[in-house]
């Protein structure tokens, strides 16, 4: 199974961006969700995660009440809406599928495990 995930670039201090997760070789859509960033010098850290159905979400304090996770099972993707962006926000994020239905906050929980992709946030 590999994870793709796309939609990183560039953007302002206030702007935007929808980041994706697709799974190629099996469908997820049992399987727990989430995206994690790693920022230059820093551990990775959790951002958000989601249930197999979508009834359940997490997310880490530092982005709560900007960022919005959400799954599309029909089509077997995890999305990952950023608003208010911030320099600080600024790292790799990388998608994940969770070892079970559940959602999942620690990296452990996870199985598959997408190569990431670069959000700069310029202020």
């Known amino acids: 199974v590999q994870l793709q995930a796309y939609g990183g670039g560039m953007v302002q201090a206030g702007g935007s961006l929808r980041l994706s997760c697709a799974a190629r070789g099996r469908t997820l859509s049992n399987n727990g969700m989430g995206w994690f960033r790693q920022a230059p010098g820093k551990e990775r850290e959790f951002v958000a995660a989601?249930?197999?159905?979508?009834?359940?979400?997490k997310y880490g304090d530092s982005v709560k009440g900007r960022f919005t996770i959400s799954r599309d099972r029909t089509k077997g993707t995890a999305i990952l809406q950023m608003n208010s962006l911030q320099p600080e926000d600024t790292a790799v994020y990388y998608c994940?599928?969770?070892?079970?239905?559940?959602?999942?906050?620690?990296?452990?929980?996870?199985?598959?495990w997408g190569q990431g992709t670069q959000v700069t946030v310029s202020s």
């Open positions: 989601i249930n197999w159905n979508g009834g359940s979400t």
């Open positions: 994940a599928a969770a070892r079970s239905s559940s959602l999942a906050m620690v990296q452990s929980e996870y199985r598959y």
